[in-house]
C-alpha cells in the first residue's frame, strides 16, 4: 500500500509521487515515520531532512528547511517556504557558509542567526552528502 | 506651395507608423507575460489551499487561541492600506482605479476618526500619494512586475508586525483581482486582523479531508501560531501574483486599443494626404490650361515655351 505526497512551495509543486513511508522530523517531537493508514496528523517540522521511500525501494532526501507537514487519509502534504532536493544544493556554497556561521558562533556564542546559518548549512551538506 | 500640405501629413503618417510600431510591441510583450503571470498564479495556488487546509482541519479539532494576528481592537486608532499598483504606466485604467480605491480607504479611515498608514507597492501608487502630501510609511519597488515569494515574505513582514506592535489596528489590502484574461476588478480585502480559524475554515477554499481528529504535534497552539503567518505571507503573494497578472492583461489592452488606434488613423491621414495631392495636382493642370488658354488668345507661336516652363514647376 503506498501514499500520495505532494511537497507543495509557495511557488509551485515541487515534487509528488507514491511513497510506502516518509520520515520527518517535528519540532520538539523527534524523528517521526508514516505509513498508509496513519492517524491524521498535522505537525511543524523542524530544519531537517524528509526522506521519501518510494515503493521500488529508492529514497528521496529532500531538505526542508521550515514548513508543515499534513498527514490525512492517503494523503500527505508537506508545506515548505524553502526545500531543496540532493541536485538543487550548491555544496560549495553550503560549505562556505558552515565556517562563516561557526567563526560567527566562535566570535559570539549567542548569534542565533548565524546558528540558524549554520543548522541549515549542516542539513545541505548531509542531504547533499546522504 | 501647393505640397506643403502633403509633406506635412507625409511627416506624420511616418510618426504615428512609429508610435504604432512601438504599440504593437509592448502589445506582444504584455501577451507573453501575462499568460506567464498566469501560470505563476495558478501554481501559488496549491500552496495557499494546503494552508487553509490545515487551518480547516485545526478549526475542526477546536483549536482557538489569541495569537498576535487574530488581536481584534477594541477601538480602531489607525487603519493600514497596502496598495499594490505597478511601476510602468501605459497599462490603462489599471493604476488609476486601484489608487482610487485605496484612496477611498483612507478617506473612510478619516471618516471614522482614524489615522492612516499606507503600505504602497509600486511607483505609481507611490508618486500618486506623495504628489498629494500623504504619509507613505513603508514604500517597495521592483517587485510588482514579477513577483517572488520572498518580496511577499517581506512586505508581509512590515505589514505583520506594524501589526502585532499595534502600530496599525486594522489593514485593508487593495489589489486588482485577476478574473480572466478578459476582465479584472479591483478588490479590497480585510488582510489584518485574521479572521477567526473558524470563519477561515468556513469560507473554505481549502480541499481539508475533514477527517476530524487530527493528532497536532507539538499541540495545536503551537502548529496555529506557526502557520498564521505563514498564511499572511501566502495571501499577500496571491494579491502580488494576480496583480501583475491584471497589470499585464491591462497593459495588452491598452496597447491594443493604441495600435487599432494608429492605424485608423494612418488611413485618415492617408487618405487626406490623397486628397491634398490630387488637388495640387488639379489646380496645377488648371494653372497650365489656364495660362495656355491665354497666352494661346494672342500669339500662337509662343505656346511652346510657357507649358515647359509650367510642367516644371
Given amino acids: ?130 | 506651395m501647393a505640397g506643403g500640405k502633403e509633406r506635412v501629413l507625409r511627416r506624420r503618417i511616418g510618426s504615428v507608423q512609429n508610435t504604432k510600431k512601438i504599440t504593437r510591441a509592448m502589445e506582444l510583450i504584455a501577451a507573453t507575460r501575462v499568460v506567464k503571470a498566469q501560470q505563476r498564479a495558478r501554481e501559488a495556488k496549491p500552496y495557499a489551499e494546503q494552508i487553509t487546509a490545515v487551518i480547516e482541519n485545526l478549526a475542526a479539532g477546536g483549536a482557538e487561541i489569541d495569537h498576535p494576528l487574530l488581536r481584534r481592537a477594541d477601538k480602531i486608532e489607525r487603519v493600514g492600506v497596502v496598495v499594490i499598483s505597478s511601476d510602468r504606466g501605459l497599462a490603462g485604467p489599471y493604476n488609476t482605479s486601484v489608487i482610487r480605491a485605496a484612496e477611498r480607504q483612507v478617506q473612510n479611515a478619516r471618516a471614522e476618526g482614524a489615522d492612516y498608514s499606507l503600505i504602497v507597492i509600486g511607483k505609481k501608487a507611490r508618486d500618486y500619494f506623495a504628489f498629494r502630501n500623504y504619509t507613505i510609511d513603508s514604500y517597495t519597488d521592483g517587485i510588482s512586475d514579477n513577483p517572488t515569494y520572498e518580496n511577499a515574505r517581506q512586505v508581509a513582514e512590515i505589514v505583520a508586525s506594524m501589526f502585532i506592535d499595534g502600530r496599525v489596528d486594522r489593514v485593508e489590502l487593495v489589489y486588482t483581482e485577476f478574473v480572466s484574461i478578459g476582465s479584472q476588478k479591483v478588490a479590497t480585502r480585510r488582510f489584518l486582523p485574521l479572521e477567526s480559524t473558524e470563519t477561515i475554515a468556513a469560507e473554505g477554499g481549502g480541499d481539508a479531508a475533514a477527517t476530524g481528529s487530527f493528532e497536532f504535534e507539538p499541540s495545536p497552539e503551537s502548529v496555529l501560531s506557526a502557520l498564521l503567518p505563514r498564511y499572511v505571507e501566502a495571501r499577500l503573494f496571491g494579491a502580488l501574483l494576480e496583480s501583475a497578472a491584471s497589470e499585464h492583461a491591462n497593459r495588452q489592452r491598452a496597447m491594443k486599443a493604441a495600435t487599432d488606434n494608429a492605424e485608423e488613423l494612418i488611413t485618415k491621414l492617408s487618405r487626406e494626404m490623397n486628397r491634398a495631392r490630387q488637388d495640387s495636382i488639379t489646380t496645377e493642370i488648371m494653372e497650365i490650361v489656364s495660362g495656355a488658354e491665354a497666352l494661346g488668345s494672342d500669339d500662337k507661336t509662343k505656346i511652346q515655351e510657357p507649358v515647359a516652363a509650367g510642367a516644371e514647376a
Fill in chain 1, 1 to 130: 500500500m503506498t501514499f500520495q505526497v505532494e511537497l507543495v512551495s509557495p511557488e509551485a509543486i515541487a515534487y509528488s509521487g507514491e511513497a510506502e513511508m516518509i520520515i520527518a522530523r517535528t519540532v520538539e517531537g523527534g524523528d517521526i515515520a508514516f505509513q498508509p493508514g496513519h492517524v491524521p496528523f498535522i505537525g511543524v517540522l523542524a530544519v531537517w531532512s524528509v526522506d521519501v521511500i518510494r515503493p521500488d525501494g529508492q529514497r528521496d532526501t529532500i531538505a526542508v528547511h521550515q514548513g508543515f507537514v499534513q498527514v490525512a487519509g492517503t494523503k500527505v502534504s508537506i508545506l515548505s517556504d524553502v526545500s531543496e532536493s540532493a541536485g538543487d544544493i550548491d555544496v560549495g556554497r553550503a560549505e562556505s557558509a558552515k565556517s562563516v556561521a561557526e567563526e560567527a558562533l566562535i566570535a559570539n556564542k549567542d548569534d542565533v542567526d548565524a546558528a540558524e546559518a549554520l543548522s541549515r548549512a549542516e542539513l545541505r551538506l548531509r542531504v547533499a552528502g546522504g
